[in-house]
């Protein structure tokens, strides 16, 4: 599985915002009652603008998890780790804090 797959889960579809060992983190992927309102959720232009404001990338020895706060790449924060599995989370962390503050999806904790 790959970042941003869509899969079937508890009745509906989720979108994988992290992966890990080739398989969706649950808690970072959200929720819809149906495959098209999922695959909507992935074109839309509010999901696009913040998701693009997120990159992960191997500099030297260390993973980078960037974030550009503005969106036009004059304030871009970044923080180092030392796999990709804990720079693709903290990224993927970091998105999905953003996207609940936006009121664009709900998680499953979210929702009960």
């Given at each position: 599985?790959?970042?941003?797959?869509?899969?079937?889960?508890?009745?509906?579809?989720?979108?994988?915002?992290?992966?890990?060992?080739?398989?969706?983190?649950?808690?970072?992927?959200?929720?819809?009652?149906?495959?098209?309102?999922?695959?909507?959720?992935?074109?839309?232009?509010?999901?696009?603008?913040?998701?693009?404001?997120?990159?992960?990338?191997?500099?030297?020895?260390?993973?980078?998890?960037?974030y550009d706060s503005n969106?036009?790449?004059?304030?871009?924060?970044?923080?180092?780790?030392?796999?990709?599995?804990?720079a693709r989370h903290h990224?993927?962390?970091?998105?999905?804090?953003?996207?609940?503050?936006?009121?664009?999806?709900?998680?499953?904790?979210?929702?009960?």
């Amino acid at each position: 599985m790959n970042q941003y797959d869509i899969f079937k889960s508890e009745g509906g579809y989720r979108v994988a915002l992290n992966v890990h060992n080739d398989s969706p983190v649950i808690d970072q992927s959200p929720w819809f009652e149906t495959l098209v309102a999922a695959e909507n959720f992935l074109l839309s232009k509010k999901f696009l603008r913040i998701k693009n404001k997120y990159e992960v990338f191997l500099q030297g020895d260390s993973w980078c998890s960037s974030y550009d706060s503005n969106g036009c790449g004059i304030d871009v924060d970044y923080v180092w780790f030392g796999t990709e599995w804990e720079a693709r989370h903290h990224s993927s962390d970091k998105m999905r804090q953003e996207l609940l503050e936006a009121d664009i999806i709900k998680f499953a904790d979210e929702c009960n």
